[in-house]
């Protein structure tokens, strides 16, 4: 399967946790992108990565989330001391070597704050 | 305003009937749109996109966009009830951002 793959598909964590989430782009894109999906809301935008370089980050909240997409291995968005308020689906998506085309999503992991 | 804009629905469509779902968006330096269907509980994937002006056809599906105007539609011709689902319009400018979504049903 060459598409974008994401884990762990659900997680659970207590309020105060970490959560880890990885994303490894289809085969041949760079382009690396968070969403975040509220129930019955729709998508929202969080991050944009290359290997190595943050390009966009203006839809990531300012505290406690961090993104990477290290020279090896998947992209991570990292949310420390998870609040009930970060229970979501969170999507990652890849995109060719050109900005912005067109864009295919993981199936997402389902955090979920107890 | 909202920078993309879709009809919440639900919208309701007879099975074999087009379906003709809308958006419209904010920002004149809009460059790239696209649509997305999402069932429930799964994630978008994608139908359409367009760049230019016009129409753009690719089996039961056509997208239109209009950049005066500031819309984009699409257009589902023979629906089956397995295009039932979420619709979601994305508008790239600076960054790409969705609408809400439109509900489609199509009863057999």
């Known amino acids: 399967n060459a598409g974008v793959m994401q884990n762990p598909r659900h997680l659970v964590r207590r309020r105060g946790q970490e959560a880890r989430l990885r994303c490894s782009p289809m085969k041949g894109h760079s382009h690396v992108y968070w969403y975040r999906q509220l129930p019955e809301e729709g998508l929202k935008f969080m991050v944009y990565?290359?290997?190595?370089?943050?390009?966009?980050e203006s839809g990531m909240p300012k505290e406690r989330f961090s993104a990477e997409f290290p020279k090896e291995g998947p992209s991570i968005l990292r949310i420390q001391q998870v609040v009930r308020g970060d229970s979501a689906a969170y999507f990652c998506?890849?995109?060719?070597?050109?900005?912005?085309?067109?864009?295919?999503f993981g199936p997402g992991t389902r955090l979920t704050v107890t | 305003q909202k920078e993309v804009e879709q009809n919440s629905g639900p919208l309701s469509v007879p099975e074999g009937a087009i379906a003709s779902l809308n958006c419209t968006y904010s920002d004149r330096g809009s460059q790239s749109f696209f649509w997305y269907r999402q069932y429930s509980g799964k994630s978008p994937e994608l139908i359409m996109f367009?760049?230019?002006?016009g129409d753009k056809e690719d089996g039961r599906f056509t997208a239109q966009l209009n950049k005066a105007s500031q819309y984009v539609s699409l257009l589902i011709r023979d629906s089956q009830p397995s295009d039932s689902a979420t619709y979601l319009c994305a508008v790239i400018t600076n960054d790409m951002r969705f609408g809400a979504g439109t509900r489609l049903t199509v009863k057999p």
């Open positions: 998506a890849s995109s060719p070597d050109r900005v912005w085309r067109e864009q295919y």
């Open positions: 990565l290359q290997k190595e370089n943050i390009i966009d």
């Open positions: 367009i760049y230019s002006n």
